[in-house]
């Protein structure tokens, strides 16, 4: 449950890359495709798309009109994608928990996620600030979801 959990922490603070690093972990062959939808991740379109719309969304974010992730339809999404990335790296009988886990840790650490950039925020920039949580949240979502990549294989 703890990469459920962590995948959750992702969800809170960019939406979509929950399911951009699923479909990397599911095409890398970390994951097997199970779930509903997954095996489309194994097309290199699919894949690619789901990475788009992460890049997308973190552009977005450093936009001075990009709206706070506590929004309704902010919440929804992360809550949606925490879902189905916690569901896929929870062990196979344990998939509604580990949906719910992520959900859980995806809501609560929206708040605190957008607290923590506020404060960042009035202290280095916007811009500035939304790199450094990109960085921080993409590269933890793929050693999540891909542990090898993060592997030493000396």
Known sequence: ML???LIGLVAGQRGIT??????????RGELLPSLPFQKLMLSPVVAAGTAAFAAAEM???KMKTAPDRTVPVGLAVRSTTAAYAGAALAPRDRRVLGAAV???AALASSYVGLTVRKWGMQRYGQTVTGFMEDAIVFGSGLVISNPSIAANHD
């Open 18 to 27: 929950p399911l951009a690093v699923i479909a990397t972990a599911t095409r």
């Open 102 to 104: 992520a959900v859980g």
């Open 3 to 5: 990469r459920s959990f």
């Open 59 to 61: 552009a977005g974010d």
